[in-house]
Structure formats: C-alpha cells, structure tokens
C-alpha cells in the first residue's frame, strides 16, 4: 500500500472519499500501540473506506518546561510504520496550519474533570488536547476516530467533548499495548536509561498488584456466598473434606479488607518500595477514580472504575491505568 504524505487540510479534503474514512490522532514517534490503533481502524474502515493517521505536535498541551522542544520527531520512520500497519495516508500539518493566526483565542475547556489527576499535575493541558482534537475532528472530517485507553482521561474527555458538543463522529477506544514485562508502550520509554526503565516496570506492577488484590477478594467472597456458614451445612461439608475450604473462605473473606481500600494499599506498598530504588521512583499521583468523572470511588462504589498511576523517573513522567470491575468477579486491562 503506498501511504500519501499530506501536508495541508486542502490536499485531505481532495482526496475522493469512499466508505468509512477512519482516523487516528497521534503525536508522531510511532511505536507499536500506535500501530494496533491504525490497524484496528483498517478494520473498521474495511477494504472500501480510508484510513487517516494525524502526526502533529501540539504545543497547546505542553506546559512550561515540559518536553514540547525535545519531544521526538520521527516523521519518514512514521510514515513506514503508517503504511505497514494499514493506512491509506498521513495527514503532518505545521503548525502554522493548525492554528494560522497564531495560538487560538477562543478554545475548549474540559471543565472540571479536566481539572483532575492529569489536569491538576498539568494546568491547561486538557483545554489545548480538546482544541487540538477539535480541530483535527474537523480538518479530517472522520466518521470513527480511535484513541488509546492509556491515556483514559483523555479518552474520557473527548467522549465528553463529542457528546455535549454534537461531534457526528464515533469514538473509539483502543486497549493498551505492552512490552513483554508489563511495561505500557509509550513515545517517551525512548527517554529512559536502562536502570531508569527497570523503575518504571513499577507503574505497571503497581496496577497489577491493586487487580490481583481485588481478583482475590472477589473470589473469596463469591467462595464463601457459595458455601454458608452454617453448623449443619459444615457438618455435611465435612464427609468430602470441605469444611476447612469454606471456613477459611469466611474467616478471610470477612476479616481482610477488601474493595476500593484493599486496591488503593496493595498498589501503593509496590509504589512505595519503588520510591526507594535507584534511581527512585516520584510518585504523582495513585487514584481510584469514576471513569465518568474521575473522581475517587467509596468503598460502597458498584461498576467500572479506573485503577490510575503518575509518575517520574529521572527527567521522564509516565502514565498507566486498568480497568477494575466493582460488586462482580472480574478486572480487565
């Protein structure tokens, strides 16, 4: 497939549209999760529509002495993995194209939940990320676009974004790609040092050890609903050896703490050992959060929550989230 390289919302729109036209917005420094969005929209295109991959800086969203000047660009080496992957072109602007009369007056606001967890470490940054992602809505005029779940309060926010602004376009979330050791794949692990990358395996661990914690207890839980308590039912349990199994399934289930609580501490005693190594680890944030709000949950919370980590290794920040299933046996990444 030859990928075009286009430059100009003029040269986008001239293109003759057939099907479905499905785009994904990205920065540049192409890795494989990038390449797992651009397939999965080929497939939602189908061989008939159109796959459009965004490269774009956007100095918007850069917060001063964040690393908007060394943020790396890697257009020719995009552009191949863009064709590789499936897509039909590569919509690069400057940006004086983006915004051609300098930084734009009027732009959007995330409102309070951009004010939260990413928004509260990075002030301003979710109002330029909503700009930006209106403007290319409208520049490359998508029928789907598709994001990464990594990045879930941004995700969040442009669900909200299309909703209440009336985008006629559908949003697409794409779960998160990993390196073999657990580690989420990122434009910015390029930044880290060998020792460096070994502490950042502690987001990712962090994460795991919070689900396997809630895994645990909801099978406890679920043991011991299954098999009551009683002085009869232990006595008829006792002819096949079960008595032992659903006493210990009682006693721990209803003497370890469990829910939010259990989840926030299992993942934060890993965090924690990791502010200890070498270099260390600094911490930003841990959250337990609604994922239509992201505010934290209370322990009475029943649904999907977002399990969230921030944090600084060296000079590079790095974020991670899973999803957690409340009141049912379950977690999914």
């Given amino acids: 497939m030859t990928t075009a390289l286009l430059r100009t919302a003029d ?27 651009i397939r999965t929209a080929r497939e939602i295109a189908g061989p008939d529509g159109e796959v459009v991959v965004t490269v774009f800086v956007n100095p918007l969203q850069f917060g001063a002495g964040e690393d908007l000047d060394r943020y790396p660009r890697t257009l020719d080496a ?20 983006v915004y051609p009369g300098g ?49 879930a309060q ?9 909703r209440d602004l009336n985008f006629g376009v559908e949003i697409v979330g794409v ?43 909801e099978a406890l839980l679920a043991r011991a609903r299954e098999v009551p308590a009683t002085h009869a039912r232990a006595e008829a349990l006792s002819a096949i050896g079960e008595s032992r199994a659903a006493a210990d399934a009682h006693a721990v289930a209803k003497a370890a703490p469990g829910g939010p609580a259990a989840v926030r501490a299992a993942a934060r005693q890993v ?8 270099p260390p680890l600094e911490l930003d944030y841990l959250a337990l959060v609604d ?13 999907e929550a977002v399990l969230a980590v921030a944090a600084r290794v060296g000079t590079t920040r790095l974020i991670d989230n899973l999803t957690l299933t409340f009141g049912t046996l379950g977690a999914a990444s």
């Fill in 11 to 37: 040269e986008l729109h001239a293109r003759v549209r057939r099907g479905r036209r499905a785009v994904v917005m990205t920065m540049g420094a192409l890795h494989e999760g990038h390449a797992t969005l």
């Fill in 78 to 97: 995009d552009l191949e993995l863009a064709g590789r992957s499936g897509a039909d072109a590569v919509f690069a602007p400057t940006v004086d194209e």
């Fill in 103 to 151: 930084e734009p007056q009027v732009r959007v606001s995330a409102g309070p939940m951009g004010e939260r967890l990413e928004g509260g470490s990075r002030p301003g940054h979710f109002d330029g990320m909503l700009t930006v992602v209106a403007k290319l809505l409208h520049l490359t005029r998508p029928d789907v676009a598709l994001y990464g779940q990594k990045d």
């Fill in 154 to 162: 941004q995700l969040a926010l442009i669900r909200r974004m299309v």
């Fill in 175 to 217: 779960p998160t790609v990993r390196e073999d050791d657990g580690l989420a794949l990122s434009s910015r692990n390029r930044y880290l040092s060998p020792r460096e990358r070994r502490t950042a395996l502690a987001l990712s661990l962090a994460l795991f050890a919070g689900r396997d914690r809630h895994v645990a207890q």
């Fill in 271 to 278: 965090l924690d050992e990791a502010s200890r190594l070498d």
């Fill in 291 to 303: 994922p239509s709000d992201f505010t934290e949950i209370g322990d009475d919370f029943t649904g």
